[in-house]
């Protein structure tokens, strides 16, 4: 009889003990996730910590290297280097100080900052950015990479910036030009770098909406076609719109200056940056209100995209989703 009440009571103990070992070890699990994700959360809160990002240090390595290239893109950027941009700017550099006046200057200045680098900016960065989403679904690394540790804004915020730092590099090029063609034209250091700034603006602008149809789309190339073609809608529509109503409307000749949707086009916000049309009838305040119409405008419609993105990202993949 000893013997068999031993044997109950250990079972008895030992099922008491299997029993409390869950109540006592869930909450040092908890507080040891919590500590954890606590310590994650404090370092990006630091100056300068997003630069720890994995998903911007994934994305720069994958554009900027250049092992990475086939041996048809290195060879077209090694001529390009070489080859093709020493003569533009030899061309350009004889334009401007060999029998040229001032106004000459600021016509290549003109050309360059609304015709080249505005290009760049409307039409590189949307396509750039178009597949930074689409890319991880066709690879299936998408749910994974939602899955992680890394919240939205880790992973929306490098993307973004991995994408777009590329093509700003891409603009430093058109630097030099610029500078030569504002000190042979007297171009103020206010318009220089009011232009280069809205160029980092737009930049961003619309590297935002070929990420939100990356992100809305399942494949790169309808994610890149509807990028391209909501950008090139949205820079054609104004000035088509202008055209008609001044031939609508016999009595009264729309201007360019009074012509609100205008306002929302790139390139002539950034004729009124630099200032170059002399002949225009634009006052004082709207050469500030229009660039600054469309920095409103622009950054409304880019924090509201960010807005979409960021909370649907957050309820996590579909799939596991109940």
């Given at each position: 009889?000893?013997?068999?009440?031993?044997?109950?009571?250990?079972?008895?103990?030992?099922?008491?003990?299997?029993?409390?070992?869950?109540?006592?070890?869930?909450?040092?699990?908890?507080?040891?996730?919590?500590?954890t994700s606590k310590v994650v959360t404090d370092t990006y809160d630091r100056p300068f910590e997003w630069v720890k990002?994995?998903?911007?240090?994934?994305?720069?390595?994958?554009?900027?290297?250049?092992?990475?290239?086939?041996?048809?893109?290195?060879?077209?950027?090694?001529?390009?280097?070489?080859?093709?941009?020493?003569?533009?700017?030899?061309?350009?550099?004889?334009?401007?100080?060999?029998?040229?006046?001032?106004?000459?200057?600021?016509?290549?200045?003109?050309?360059?900052?609304?015709?080249?680098?505005?290009?760049?900016?409307?039409?590189?960065?949307?396509?750039?950015?178009?597949?930074?989403?689409?890319?991880?679904?066709?690879?299936?690394?998408?749910?994974?990479?939602?899955?992680?540790?890394?919240?939205?804004?880790?992973?929306?915020?490098?993307k973004l910036l991995g994408s777009v730092l590329p093509a700003l590099a891409m603009q430093l090029i058109f630097i030099?030009?610029?500078?030569?063609?504002?000190?042979?034209?007297?171009?103020?250091?206010?318009?220089?770098?009011?232009?280069?700034?809205?160029?980092?603006?737009?930049?961003?602008?619309?590297?935002?909406?070929?990420?939100?149809?990356?992100?809305?789309?399942?494949?790169?190339?309808?994610?890149?076609?509807?990028?391209?073609?909501?950008?090139?809608?949205?820079?054609?529509?104004?000035?088509?719109?202008?055209?008609?109503?001044?031939?609508?409307?016999?009595?009264?000749?729309?201007?360019?200056?009074?012509?609100?949707?205008?306002?929302?086009?790139?390139?002539?916000?950034?004729?009124?940056?630099?200032?170059?049309?002399?002949?225009?009838?634009?006052?004082?305040?709207?050469?500030?209100?229009?660039?600054?119409?469309?920095?409103?405008?622009?950054?409304?419609?880019?924090?509201?995209?960010?807005?979409?993105?960021?909370?649907?990202l957050s309820d996590g993949p579909p799939e596991m989703t109940p």
């Amino acid at each position: 009889m000893s013997l068999k009440f031993d044997l109950g009571e250990s079972e008895e103990s030992t099922n008491t003990q299997r029993a409390r070992v869950p109540s006592a070890s869930l909450p040092v699990e908890t507080l040891e996730l919590d500590d954890t994700s606590k310590v994650v959360t404090d370092t990006y809160d630091r100056p300068f910590e997003w630069v720890k990002n994995p998903v911007l240090r994934k994305e720069l390595t994958s554009r900027m290297s250049i092992r990475r290239m086939s041996k048809a893109n290195r060879l077209a950027l090694t001529l390009f280097m070489a080859v093709v941009l020493p003569i533009v700017y030899l061309i350009i550099a004889r334009v401007l100080f060999i029998n040229s006046s001032v106004r000459d200057g600021r016509d290549i200045f003109g050309v360059i900052a609304v015709g080249f680098q505005m290009a760049f900016a409307v039409l590189l960065a949307p396509t750039v950015t178009s597949g930074v989403i689409t890319l991880e679904r066709e690879k299936q690394t998408w749910n994974a990479l939602l899955l992680s540790r890394l919240t939205s804004w880790e992973i929306v915020w490098g993307k973004l910036l991995g994408s777009v730092l590329p093509a700003l590099a891409m603009q430093l090029i058109f630097i030099p030009i610029l500078i030569m063609a504002a000190l042979k034209g007297g171009v103020s250091l206010g318009s220089f770098i009011g232009a280069e700034v809205f160029v980092v603006f737009c930049t961003f602008f619309y590297g935002i909406i070929g990420m939100f149809f990356s992100w809305l789309c399942r494949r790169t190339q309808l994610a890149a076609a509807s990028a391209m073609a909501t950008v090139m809608i949205s820079v054609v529509a104004s000035p088509v719109m202008l055209a008609l109503w001044q031939n609508l409307t016999s009595s009264y000749q729309a201007k360019p200056e009074t012509f609100i949707p205008l306002w929302t086009n790139p390139f002539y916000v950034m004729l009124q940056i630099t200032g170059i049309e002399s002949t225009s009838g634009v006052q004082a305040w709207q050469s500030v209100g229009i660039p600054l119409f469309f920095y409103i405008t622009s950054a409304f419609v880019g924090w509201l995209l960010s807005v979409v993105m960021l909370r649907r990202l957050s309820d996590g993949p579909p799939e596991m989703t109940p």
